[in-house]
C-alpha cells in the first residue's frame, strides 16, 4: 500500500527532478560510481568527476584493471580519497568474485570494500528495484522535520528512528525513484535553511511546516572546536632541477597520493626546526633551510591546517622511504601524472608559474 507521503513525492520527483548523468542509465555499476562520489559531496562538484571517471573507466573491468595511481590521479581534487581506494578495490572483487556483475543482494554487496548500509540501499534500490531506504542528510532532514522529532540528530538513537521511519513509508513498486525523491525533495525544498514549504508536496501534513518549527528542526548539538594543524614541509631540488616528492601510506589518511615530506609542529618547535626533524625522520638526511616560499590554509573535514613550504638543501645522506611508500625525484613538467592532496597542488600549480621552472635559483641565491 503506497502512503500519502510518497505518492506525493514520487509524483514530485517525476515532474521536477534535476537532469542529472547518473539517472540516464540503470546501469549498476554507473550507479554505484555515482553512490559512492556523491557521498560527503555536493552534485555540482561530482558532475564532472563522474563523467571523466566513466570516460577513464567505462566498466567494472576496466576500473579493475587499472592502477590505483590512475584511480586517485582521476579522483584528484573530489576529497575522502578512501572512496576512490575502496572502489578500486571493490572493483576487482567484482571482477573476481562475482563475475563481473554487481551484487543485487544485500549480504553480498555489502562485502564490497566501501559498501556500507546507505551504499547498499541506494544502489540495490535504483539498480535493482530492491525495496531498502536509505538515510542521508537530506532524509534525515526531510523525515525530522515531516515527523516533527526534536531529538538530537547526532544520536544513533535518532538515526535509528528515522531509519525505521524510512522503511515504513518507502514505495513498494518504486523504491528507487522514493529513495531519490526524499534526497532531491531535501537537495531542492527541505533545505537546512529557509526551506520552500510553499512548493513541498507533502507540506499539508507536515507537523515542523504546522508549528512553524522547521527553523529548529532538525537539531543537531554543537560540534566541538575544529583544531588546527601547522604543517611544514621541504621542497628539495636535486641538480637535475627535480623537487623530491613522497607517497603517502595506503593505510593512513590520503593514502595513496603524492606529497612533499613534511610534517605536524609540534609544541614549543619553531616551523623551521619542524621541517629539519620531520625530513630527518622520513627521508633519514640532514637538511639546511633557506627561505619560506609560501603559506598556503586548507580545510579538512575535521580539521583545519596551514601548510608552511620551505626551500630547503640537503646537507648530509641520502634520501630514503622510512615514512612512506617510495620517494621520487620528478620535474615540474612530469609532476601532473601524480595524484597529490588538494593543498600541495595547490602549492605545485603555483611552483609551475614560476619563469622557466628554475627551482635551483631559490637555493642557490
Known sequence: MISFFSEKLTEWYAANKRDLPWRKSDNAYKIWVSEIMLQQTRVDTVIPYYERFLEAFPTVYHLAAASQQEVLKCWEGLGYY????NLHHAAKMVVNDFG???????????????????SAAAILSIAFNK??????????????????????IR????KKWVQELADELIDDKHPGDYNQAVMELGALICTPRNPLCEKCPVSQNCISFMKMETDI???????????????????????????????RPNDSMLGGLWEFPGGKR??????????????????????????????????YSHFKITLH?????????????????????????????????????????????????????????
Open 155 to 158: 544520536k544513533n538513537s535518532t
Open 309 to 365: 613550504a620551505f626551500w630547503c638543501r640537503i646537507r648530509n645522506g641520502k634520501p630514503k622511504a622510512r615514512a612512506s611508500q617510495e620517494i621520487i625525484w620528478v620535474s615540474l613538467d612530469n609532476v601532473d601524472q601524480y595524484p597529490f592532496p588538494k593543498a600541495n597542488r595547490t602549492l605545485l600549480n603555483n611552483l609551475k608559474k614560476l619563469e622557466d621552472h628554475n627551482l635551483k635559483r631559490f637555493i642557490e641565491r
Open 82 to 85: 578512501s572512496r576512490g581506494r
Open 100 to 118: 563481473g556483475k554487481i551484487p543485487s543482494s544485500y549480504e553480498d554487496i555489502t562485502t564490497l570494500k566501501g559498501i556500507g548500509p546507505y
Open 266 to 299: 609540534e609544541k614549543n618547535e619553531t616551523l623551521r626546526e619542524t621541517v629539519i626533524r620531520e625530513l630527518k625522520e622520513e627521508l633519514g638526511v640532514d637538511i639546511e633551510v633557506y627561505s619560506k616560499y609560501q603559506d598556503l590554509k586548507h580545510t
Open 131 to 152: 525495496r531498502f531506504a536509505v538515510v542521508d542528510g537530506n532524509v534525515i532532514r526531510v523525515m525530522t522535520r515531516y515527523h516533527g522529532i526534536s531529538e538530537d
Open 217 to 247: 528542526i532538525p537539531y543537531k548539538s554543537p560540534s566541538g572546536k575544529i583544531p588546527h594543524k601547522e604543517i611544514a614541509v621541504g621542497l628539495i631540488v636535486n641538480e637535475k632541477n627535480e623537487l623530491l616528492i613522497a607517497l
